[in-house]
């Protein structure tokens, strides 16, 4: 796929003459994976986009009805790194610095961007959806940070977003890869509004009948003004949260003094309720070094800025690629689909309290550091 068909755009005009962008990931039988394709074509356009007078918002969704995106195309990354084990990959090194810098231009555009998260919004996509203006989830919507059972860690801003969240949810959800759905989405702060997946033309029609301004907050407004009259009609049909259901069992789990402790507390969940059967699963069957750098990751990103997150997680990401639990996660889920990833450790206890310092120890000062960030 190259980038003329990686994303495909489309002009709506408005009444007064200006224009909304539906910009659609354009990748259904991957649903909709993140590739380099997309990004090459996502990231000069938004930025032209931003400079047009005559644009005032951009609609970002996908193709299909199974998901917005199910995550970065992380098959790419393995054919860099198993190529050339132990060494830093320019590949892997330019692939984030492109994907990490789409996702900062998502989270400080200056004009309204709406994404519509139907269907799968995992890893990537979550980068992707994260950062909008206005991010809407849908009866389908299936949200989830999996990157403990790739051998990676939750990157595309999860050190800023994860750390936004209440109740210490983000360790939970950084450990277990648990499915939030659009309830969940709303109390841990990853979503604004619930909308039917079939009200997406109505909300576009009606972004076309807004008076829109020079005021980029009015035209804000003006966006929340439309989206909420539509969720008001259909708001009790979302589906209840996992989340809240579960809500003392976790805070019981995160609570624990230890992440060693929090893990054996998940791990010792019975098997009766099927949500949370899923989430000990791929923890239990997660890297344990992957649980290390997110502990790490959450409590350095306490202090840091958006940009400091993303230029953190452009390390962690580069050097995750030359140790090699990332490319054997990915071995064992995708390539050879035998489920039998070897990782480096057994537990979190046996995780080196060396390696994990040296994948915290900067590796570039500012000057030197390969992600430029507008603004920052």
Same mark, same amino acid.
């Given at each position: 796929?190259?980038?003329?068909?990686?994303?495909?755009?489309?002009?709506?005009?408005?009444?007064?003459?200006?224009?909304?962008?539906?910009?659609?990931?354009? =990748?259904?039988?991957? %649903?909709? @994976?993140?590739?380099?394709?997309?990004?090459?074509? %996502?990231?000069?356009?938004?930025?032209?986009?931003?400079?047009?007078?005559?644009?005032?918002?951009?609609?970002?969704? =996908?193709?299909?009805? $199974?998901?917005?995106?199910?995550?970065?195309?992380?098959?790419?990354?393995?054919?860099?790194?198993? /190529?050339?084990?132990?060494?830093?990959?320019?590949?892997?090194?330019?692939?984030?610095?492109?994907?990490?810098?789409?996702?900062?231009?998502?989270?400080?555009?200056?004009?309204?961007?709406?994404?519509?998260?139907?269907?799968?919004?995992?890893?990537?996509?979550?980068?992707?959806?994260?950062? @909008?203006?206005?991010?809407?989830?849908?009866? =389908?919507?299936?949200?989830?940070?999996?990157?403990?059972?790739?051998? #990676?860690?939750?990157?595309?801003?999860?050190?800023?977003?994860? !750390? +936004?969240?209440? /109740?210490?949810?983000?360790?939970?959800?950084?450990?277990?890869?648990?499915?939030?759905? @659009?309830?969940?989405?709303?109390?841990?702060?990853?979503?604004?509004?619930?909308?039917?997946?079939?009200? $997406?033309?109505? %909300?576009?029609?009606?972004?076309?009948?807004?008076?829109?301004?020079?005021?980029?907050?009015?035209?804000?407004?003006?966006?929340?003004?439309?989206?909420?009259? #539509?969720?008001?009609?259909?708001?009790?049909?979302?589906?209840?949260?996992?989340?809240?259901?579960?809500?003392?069992?976790?805070?019981?789990?995160?609570?624990?003094?230890?992440?060693? +402790?929090?893990?054996? &507390?998940?791990?010792?969940?019975?098997?009766? /309720?099927?949500?949370?059967?899923? @989430?000990?699963?791929?923890?239990? !069957?997660?890297?344990?070094?992957? *649980?290390?750098?997110?502990?790490?990751?959450?409590?350095?990103? $306490?202090?840091?800025?958006? *940009?400091?997150?993303? &230029?953190?997680?452009?390390? %962690?990401?580069?050097?995750?690629?030359?140790?090699?639990?990332?490319?054997?996660?990915?071995?064992?889920?995708?390539?050879?689909?035998?489920? +039998?990833?070897?990782?480096?450790?057994?537990?979190?206890?046996?995780?080196?309290?060396?390696?994990?310092?040296? #994948?915290?120890?900067?590796?570039?000062?500012?000057?030197?550091?390969?992600? &430029?960030?507008?603004?920052?």
């Amino acid at each position: 796929m190259d980038a003329n068909n990686a994303v495909i755009y489309n002009a709506h005009e408005t009444g007064d003459g200006h224009y909304i962008i539906q910009a659609t990931l354009n =990748s259904e039988k991957s %649903l909709n @994976a993140l590739n380099q394709a997309m990004i090459d074509s %996502l990231l000069p356009a938004l930025a032209r986009f931003e400079q047009d007078e005559t644009v005032v918002a951009i609609v970002l969704d =996908s193709m299909g009805d $199974k998901a917005f995106c199910a995550g970065g195309d992380i098959v790419e990354l393995y054919n860099a790194m198993k /190529d050339n084990p132990g060494q830093r990959q320019p590949f892997v090194q330019e692939f984030f610095v492109q994907e990490y810098s789409l996702d900062y231009a998502i989270h400080t555009y200056s004009k309204p961007i709406v994404v519509w998260g139907n269907g799968y919004v995992m890893g990537g996509g979550l980068g992707l959806f994260a950062g @909008a203006s206005h991010r809407i989830v849908t009866e =389908s919507s299936r949200v989830a940070m999996p990157e403990i059972s790739i051998g #990676l860690y939750p990157d595309v801003g999860g050190t800023y977003f994860l !750390n +936004q969240m209440p /109740d210490n949810l983000g360790l939970f959800l950084g450990l277990t890869a648990a499915q939030m759905n @659009a309830a969940d989405c709303l109390q841990v702060k990853l979503a604004d509004h619930f909308l039917l997946h079939e009200q $997406k033309a109505q %909300l576009i029609d009606a972004l076309t009948q807004q008076s829109w301004t020079i005021d980029r907050d009015v035209n804000r407004q003006l966006v929340s003004h439309c989206v909420m009259n #539509l969720e008001k009609t259909i708001y009790e049909q979302m589906p209840n949260g996992n989340i809240a259901a579960h809500q003392a069992v976790i805070d019981e789990a995160v609570n624990q003094t230890t992440l060693a +402790q929090t893990m054996q &507390k998940i791990a010792s969940w019975g098997d009766d /309720d099927s949500w949370l059967k899923r @989430a000990k699963r791929s923890m239990v !069957n997660g890297s344990p070094l992957s *649980a290390r750098i997110l502990e790490r990751q959450l409590a350095a990103g $306490k202090d840091l800025s958006l *940009a400091q997150c993303f &230029k953190l997680e452009l390390q %962690l990401s580069v050097l995750s690629g030359e140790i090699g639990e990332f490319a054997e996660g990915i071995r064992a889920l995708l390539i050879d689909k035998d489920n +039998q990833p070897a990782w480096k450790f057994s537990d979190v206890e046996s995780v080196d309290d060396a390696l994990i310092n040296e #994948l915290f120890n900067p590796i570039w000062d500012d000057s030197s550091h390969p992600l &430029k960030l507008k603004g920052a």
